[in-house]
């Protein structure tokens, strides 16, 4: 489990240090910083998928997401005594994300190209990569150490180098397969490769989804939700069909739900709702309705991931779906860790009667986003190795 995510220049975030638990709530007004936060997590998640540098040239590089205001707004710039402005920068300009674990920690450093003599003018550097046992980092904890292009690893009292020409692009992630390595790196590959995304399900009239589909074994709905007739009969076959049917008809009552075999091994979606003289396939189904199903499907996999991240789950459903889809989340936390980010007011209250439940305001501070309510001893320790 994540215990404390932790970003630092990027965007609208200056530093932030989050505290998190099994389900956590991301919520704030427009401009607050909800999506720059999702945005990190996912920057995180590329780390072990290899893909960092090329999702940060895709966001027009490092110089448009460092963070656009003074390294530190002094308090004097807060009550308005003295203008907003640039100061003599004490560190190297980094976007520095990181994250807790329960027994791990990592964090990664990137920045520009010293000298460039690549033509990649957008691809950042990776300047500095840790791997620490514990929660916060001390150099007495620190396991695996990436400096520029060398590795190191610890072994006993002192240091072994497993790679000392490392693309500046490749995280070291990338390069486990090239050395002998400790089953720590390897243990953190794999459960951030665990994380699971959904922020945009595709529910328009061509959407692949309003098709019948290929019925294949799905424990794992796609993240546009193309195979979702396959992902529910996964469910039904291997899963747990007694949580989807009363998924179903927590949210319209008297329906239900059969997944069709067609010619060719295609599966076809059938809606029995109350009233009707026959079902409904997937091409017939509202927007809601159909997006309803694809978030049962994403919460009752059979293969829950290790961080479950559903951005604005809400998108087009009515308000009277939320308390189902908020039980059917509370649910999926026994699973897994849950990161929700929403505004909807039906699903913030249905989700925070959980107890577990770690609601997380933000607000737009002098530009930088921060969260509401919390002091500086409220902030879990949080240390950058360099
Ligand atoms: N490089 C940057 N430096 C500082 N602030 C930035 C930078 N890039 C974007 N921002 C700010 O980040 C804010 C956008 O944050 P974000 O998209 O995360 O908001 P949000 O909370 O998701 O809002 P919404 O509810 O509208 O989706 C904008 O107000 C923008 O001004
Ligand atoms: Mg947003």
């Known amino acids: 489990m994540l215990k404390t995510l932790a970003v630092a220049n ?17 919520t704030g007004p427009n401009g607050s910083g909800k999506s720059n936060l999702y945005r990190a997590l996912r920057l995180l998640a590329e780390t072990a998928q290899g893909g ?11 110089n448009s997401t460092f963070w656009a205001g003074p390294e530190t707004i002094t308090r004097r710039m807060q009550n308005g005594e003295v203008p907003i402005e640039a100061s003599v920068r004490r560190g190297v300009k980094r976007l520095r994300l990181g994250f807790a674990g329960d027994d791990f920690s990592y964090s990664i450093a990137l920045g520009l190209p010293e000298q460039s003599q690549s033509t990649f003018s957008l691809d950042p550097e990776i300047k500095k990569e840790c791997i620490w046992s514990g929660p916060f980092y001390r150099p007495a904890s620190l396991l695996v150490d990436r400096d520029g292009p060398m590795i190191r690893a610890r072994v006993g009292r002192g240091w ?15 390069q486990v397969g090239s050395f002998r390595t400790s089953p ?3 243990q953190m590959r794999e459960f951030i490769r665990r994380w699971r995304f959904y922020d945009h399900f595709r529910s328009d009239a061509d959407a692949p989804v309003r098709q019948p ?3 294949t074994r799905t424990p794992v709905l ?9 992902a529910l009969q996964t469910i039904i076959e291997i899963g747990d069909p007694e949580a989807l049917r009363a998924a179903i008809s927590d949210a319209f009552p008297g329906a239900r739900l059969a997944i069709e075999p067609l010619s060719g091994g295609r599966f076809a979606i059938e809606f029995h709702q109350e009233g009707l003289l026959r079902p409904l396939s997937a091409a017939e189904l509202s927007d809601g309705t159909l997006r309803y199903l694809l978030l049962v499907a994403a919460l009752l996999t059979p293969r829950p991931p290790t961080l479950m991240v559903l951005n604005e789950p809400e998108t087009s ?14 649910r999926a936390c026994g699973q897994c860790q849950v990161w929700v980010v929403s505004h909807a007011r039906r699903l913030i209250s249905a989700l925070q009667q959980d107890p577990d439940c770690n609601c997380i305001v933000l607000e737009k501070n002098l530009g930088q986003t921060a969260i509401v309510g919390q002091r500086m001893l409220d902030e879990p320790a949080w240390y950058w190795p360099d």
Do not use: C, M, W
């Open 10 to 26: 990027y965007r609208s975030i200056n530093k932030l240090v989050i505290p998190l638990g099994r389900l956590n709530l991301i």
């Open 52 to 62: 960092v540098v090329n999702a940060l040239a895709r966001e027009g590089g490092l």
């Open 160 to 174: 072994e180098v497993l790679a000392q020409h490392t693309p500046i692009f490749d995280s070291l992630f990338d």
């Open 184 to 186: 720590e790196v390897l």
């Open 213 to 215: 589909q290929l019925g």
């Open 222 to 230: 796609h993240p546009d939700g193309r195979d979702l007739a396959a």
């Open 317 to 330: 459903l009515h308000p009277d779906l939320l308390p189902a889809l908020a039980r059917l989340i509370i």
